[in-house]
Nanobody
Framework: EVQLQASGGGLVQAGGSLRLSCAVS????????RAWFRQAPGKEREGVAC????????YYVDSVKGRFTITSDSATNTVYLQMTGLKPEDTGVYYC?????????????????????WGLGTLVTVSS
């Protein structure tokens, strides 16, 4: 059974930092494209960051470039999202996801429809 468990969310002031973790079991993470998504109240789920399988290429939504970093640890089968310079608009429930297909040329990297496996989210609240 594949399980993804996100953790590390919390309340932080604007300008602060958080590191989210996603512990994965039931699949070998290196063989999967790994991503983080978020959903703010009343809004659609949005792709935040992705690491492609095979290539290790990373992709970010424009609003987090230079502030967020996605990494992956094959030894512990864990995906991380380091978030710095947090803004109130970063508030939302953050989800990790995995997909067995390699991202080619960035196409669909941050499209939630391509991901087969999802974890429960962790809430990030950024106060102004």
């Amino acid at each position: 059974e594949v399980q993804l468990q996100a953790s590390g969310g919390g309340l932080v002031q604007a300008g602060g930092s958080l590191r989210l973790s996603c512990a994965v079991s039931g699949l070998s993470l290196d063989r999967y494209t790994r991503a983080w998504f978020r959903q703010a109240p009343g809004k659609e789920r949005e792709g935040v960051a992705c690491i492609s399988s095979d290539t290790g290429d990373t992709y970010y939504v424009d609003s987090v470039k230079g502030r967020f970093t996605i990494t992956s640890d094959s030894a512990t089968n864990t995906v991380y999202l380091q978030m710095t310079g947090l803004k109130p608009e970063d508030t939302g429930v953050y989800y990790c996801a995995a997909d067995p297909r390699t991202v080619i040329g960035g196409r669909g990297a941050l499209n939630p429809d391509r991901y087969d496996y999802w974890g429960l989210g962790t809430l990030v609240t950024v106060s102004s």
